[in-house]
């Protein structure tokens, strides 16, 4: 179906423009020549913007809301992985792999997020695991990217199973908004041979790498210890840090490390909220120049909460620093997703472009340019405002519904797999 959508302000932040007049939808793309046939959409008073992107998210803690903490509470980042992460990820099955991203997946879409990039783990239930979290994103209607979190925290032959996951999801992927990466965990739960044999695959299969980086001191600790240098260096060393790589957080990285990663062209996903949450420090992103990108960590997927953390905590770092900053890290997610699509104008408004889009009910109470439009997404925009969705010229959220998904039925079987879910960590 084509579409034109007429009467709304044009808000492409990614090029720095606003403007008024028709947009044109045909064959999933975003047209400025109207179709013969189309289905005509009033968006008056309100603005046309390209989805969001999440550049890094952890979809199997979405069932993990209101759950139960540890009788004995974590102390530090690596008690809060042992006491709570690592035993839900192992506590994962079929099922709940796939409720959790399906579940994530839907209010990310609600909250204007139309791309994930997602790095999952369930260690007891690897092979096929990214099948169903897959499967989640592609009900929801969202485009994604998914990989498996290889580690040798349970043995090097799970390490090995974590490269196999990640080798068959993109070799016989079937999704057409589905790419996939070559993920891994972090330096200090990766041994020398599990490092060396999923960078081999990643690269012999130019798959990019997905891992966190210097998250936490402990990261940095294990690095000194067992390699003799720092994090990033190791990495740099093993061919796991190249142009297009991912790597998330980059808390502690010193000023080498950081070079390292500037000149290697890999994207950094930063996590304030997570950050925060977690009580791991505040990465050097201003020094990180254009490759930082966001991501939430598992937190949620909306995106406007974390462009307006990221901006604040910047802003405590540096009064110098401008709306413009954090909107642009916003924006720079679209360009991962996009090279893993072959679309690089995805993200934007540009005639060809993927239609992925939002509406917003947005009554702008004062005026809005493309000089002050990060301050109207920072200090006006919030996921309340989202209306609309689509997703390659398909409407997943109409008029705050999703069209996809029956989202009580979705919450009812959530309700009740959850405490199941709970029950299953005391085994780990």
């Not at 210097?214 to 990495?235: F, K």
């Not at 909220?273 to 791991?280: C, D, K, L, P």
Request: net charge negative; hydrophobic share 40%.
């Amino acid at each position: 179906m084509n579409w034109v959508l007429e009467g709304g302000l044009l808000v492409d932040p990614a090029r720095g423009r606003v403007s008024e007049g028709p947009l044109a939808v045909v064959s999933g793309r975003i047209s400025f020549g109207g179709p013969e046939a189309a289905e005509n959409i009033d968006v008056s008073g309100c603005l046309v913007m390209p989805g969001n992107v999440c550049a890094h998210h952890h979809l199997y803690s979405v069932l993990a809301r209101g759950m139960p903490g540890p009788d004995d509470p974590p102390r530090s980042f690596p008690e809060i992985l042992e006491r709570i992460w690592w035993r839900l990820d192992r506590a994962l099955q079929p099922e709940t792999i796939r409720l959790s991203a399906l579940l994530g997946a839907v209010e990310a879409a609600r909250a204007g997020t139309t791309s994930l990039i997602d790095h999952h783990a369930s260690p007891e239930s690897i092979d096929g695991s990214l099948d169903h979290v897959a499967a989640g994103i592609v009900d929801a209607g969202l485009r994604g990217v998914a990989c498996y979190e290889v580690t040798d925290r349970h043995g090097t032959s799970r390490g090995r199973q974590g490269i196999a996951e990640n080798v068959r999801f993109v070799r016989g992927n079937r999704w057409e908004l589905i790419r996939g990466m070559m993920g891994a965990h972090a330096s200090f739960t990766i041994g020398p041979e599990t490092m060396e044999t999923l960078v081999g695959e990643a690269r012999s299969r130019r798959m990019p790498l997905h891992i966190h980086l210097a998250e936490d001191r402990c990261d940095e600790r294990d690095s000194l210890e067992r390699y003799g240098m720092r994090t990033a260096h190791r990495l740099s060393d093993a061919g796991a840090l190249a142009e297009g790589d991912l790597v998330a957080h980059g808390v502690h990285l010193d000023e080498w490390e950081q070079q390292v990663v500037r000149d290697s062209k890999a994207w950094l996903a930063h996590n304030p909220r997570s950050n925060m949450n977690n009580g791991v420090g505040y990465a050097p992103v201003l020094r990180m120049g254009s490759q930082v990108v966001l991501g939430t960590d598992g937190i949620d997927g909306d995106m406007f909460a974390e462009t307006r953390a990221c901006y604040l905590k910047a802003r405590e770092a540096s009064w110098q620093t401008g709306p413009a900053f954090a909107v642009e890290r916003l924006t720079a997610g679209t360009k991962i997703v996009g090279a893993m699509f072959g679309e690089p104008d995805l993200g934007t408004l540009a005639h060809g472009a993927p239609a992925d889009l939002m509406i917003l009910e947005y009554e702008t109470p004062t005026p809005l340019n493309a000089g002050n439009l990060a301050g109207h997404v920072l200090f006006g925009l919030t996921s309340a405002n989202v209306r609309d969705v689509m997703v390659a010229g398909t409407w997943i959220v109409r008029n705050r519904r999703h069209q996809l998904v029956d989202e009580e039925e979705l919450a009812a079987r959530c309700r009740e797999a959850a405490p199941v879910l709970w029950k299953r960590m005391e085994a780990f």
